[in-house]
């Protein structure tokens, strides 16, 4: 796990093709570090409304404070199938975002993208608890983070624009 400097996120919304991160608050008053939205259409309760992911979906939790980079490790996110397998790609920080970046990699000659296709991934981030990612004020995560994703969308372009080819010579 390390700290990376992004240009671009994808979406905070139920729709992993559109942008919209927002800051907001906590629910409730005495809360200071919570998840206040992400990708995967999550907000405060902590669940999920897009269970459904493609091969190279890059997944983006907002929270409403900096993240700690040292607190992000195994312990205070997983993300598995039932099995323990993890996807290929790395956690990054930036500010108050927690992003996953699925990576490239060949099996059996073939190019696979972060996420086995068919596969089920559980995303865990456990708050109130003494190893949970921490702001970087020190307040720790204050309510949890549990989803259910399937690998069940392929590949797909997350630009939403058609791909572009030159011909060089």
């Keep these: 796990f390390s700290a990376a400097v992004l240009v671009a996120l994808p979406a905070c919304t139920g729709n992993a ?4 991160l927002t800051r907001q608050r906590c629910s409730d008053a ?3 570090f919570c998840l ?17 992911i493609a091969e190279n979906q890059t ?25 323990g397998q ?9 500010g108050s975002s927690l ?17 086995l296709a068919s596969e089920t991934y559980i995303l865990s981030i456990p708050g109130n608890q003494a190893n949970s990612l921490r702001s970087s004020s020190g307040d720790v995560l204050a309510g949890s983070v549990a989803c259910t994703l399937t690998v069940s969308r392929g590949f ?8 572009v080819a030159q011909m060089l010579i």
Excluded: H, K, Y
């Design 17 to 20: 093709s559109e942008v919209d």
């Design 30 to 32: 005495g809360q200071r």
């Design 36 to 52: 206040v939205a992400c990708n995967l259409g999550c907000s405060g309760s902590g669940l999920c409304q897009v269970t459904e």
């Design 59 to 83: 997944i983006v939790l907002q929270f409403s404070e900096s993240i700690d980079p040292t607190s992000v490790s195994a312990g205070s996110v997983s993300l598995r199938t039932i099995n």
């Design 86 to 94: 993890s996807p290929v790609g790395q956690f990054t920080t930036q």
């Design 99 to 115: 992003v996953f970046v699925p990576s490239a990699r060949i099996v059996n000659g073939q190019t696979v993208f972060g996420f």
């Design 156 to 163: 797909v372009d997350l630009d939403g624009r058609p791909p």
